[in-house]
């Protein structure tokens, strides 16, 4: 089916000008209202909401002013606000598959139980010796597979939607805590901007550490632990079809363990933290250098 391509229509010029006119009134007022709030000196104050590093001089450039604090108002806090929240919800999704793979683990460990039988979330009573106990010990790996799969699935969207977020937000926590550990060892630097700094600081180590540990935590769980959880079948008289099922979960979590990614080919883990902290400290000595240089 052929589909006819269509020019931009009058909807899409109104939004640019609707956006071009909301930009230009705080583009032209900022620089005047910095000179209305001026000090007694009669020197305009060009204060920006955040403190940030910008290459521009308000006193030679006064409309540099207005486009800077434009952006920082309408993008740049937004999309820290943006950020934290994006980071607060992949910390949630890497608790939901660390708790998936407890259940699991928990699930089939049960099954070493000879009298109760832990079937999703029932309990089912059966013999060691009886049909009922296989059929409970069949139900129960059943569940075992399916509850898996669904875990696999989870983690697999999880690493397709935020994988590439993920790598843009280390490459960011590894070049802004060098520049934050410049700020906060400078000795002309505002105790408030030294106070905000360190916080900037220690909230992006404390994030990505803790991501990184619920990695490494799930690696364990979906290999190391979900093997352990496998053993044993053979002395519990368990049915051929029963141990085959258990043999394919070992294999499968002996295979491939679970892991959260950052782009398509890091893991994250505590090596990963790390590694991204090695890249830090090299990055801050390298602004460090250069600073005293330029003194």
């Known amino acids: 089916m052929i589909q006819s391509v269509h020019t931009p229509s009058r909807r899409i010029y109104l939004f640019y000008l609707v956006l071009l006119l909301s930009v230009l009134p705080n583009v032209l007022i900022a620089p005047y209202v ?24 308000f006193d030679r450039y006064p409309f540099m002013y207005g486009i800077v604090y434009f952006f920082q108002v309408s993008f740049g806090i937004p999309a820290m606000l943006l950020l934290v929240g994006l980071n607060v919800l992949y910390l949630g999704f890497a608790i939901t598959a660390c708790h998936l793979m407890d259940h699991l683990c928990a699930t089939l460990k049960e099954l070493h139980r000879p009298r109760w039988i832990r079937c999703g979330a029932f309990w089912v009573r059966a013999k060691k010796t009886s049909e009922n106990y296989q059929t409970a010990v069949e139900k129960a790996l059943n569940y075992a597979v399916q509850h898996h799969q669904r875990t ?24 802004a805590v060098g520049a934050m550990a410049l700020q906060i060892i400078n000795p002309d630097v505002s105790w408030e901007r030294f106070s905000s700094a360190l916080q ?11 991501i990184c540990y619920l990695s490494s935590d799930l690696i364990s769980k979906s290999g190391k632990q979900l093997q352990s959880s496998c053993y044993g079948s053979a002395a519990l008289n368990w049915s051929s079809s029963n141990q085959r099922t258990a043999r394919i979960i070992r294999l499968r979590a002996d295979a491939s363990a679970l892991q959260l990614r950052a782009g398509p080919f890091h893991t994250l ?21 250069v600073q005293k240089w330029k003194s």
């Open 34 to 57: 910095a000179h209305y709030f001026a000090a007694e000196d009669d020197v305009p104050n060009y204060k920006l909401p955040a403190r940030l590093w910008h290459p521009f001089d």
């Open 269 to 289: 883990s505590l090596s990963t933290f790390r590694a991204v902290f090695g890249i830090s400290m090299t990055f801050f000595s390298f602004l460090y250098q």
């Open 200 to 210: 900037i600081l220690i909230f992006e180590l404390a994030y990505f550490c803790v």
């Open 152 to 175: 696999i699935i989870f983690v697999n969207l999880t690493n397709e939607i935020f994988s590439h977020l993920m790598l843009a937000d280390m490459s960011a926590i590894a070049l």
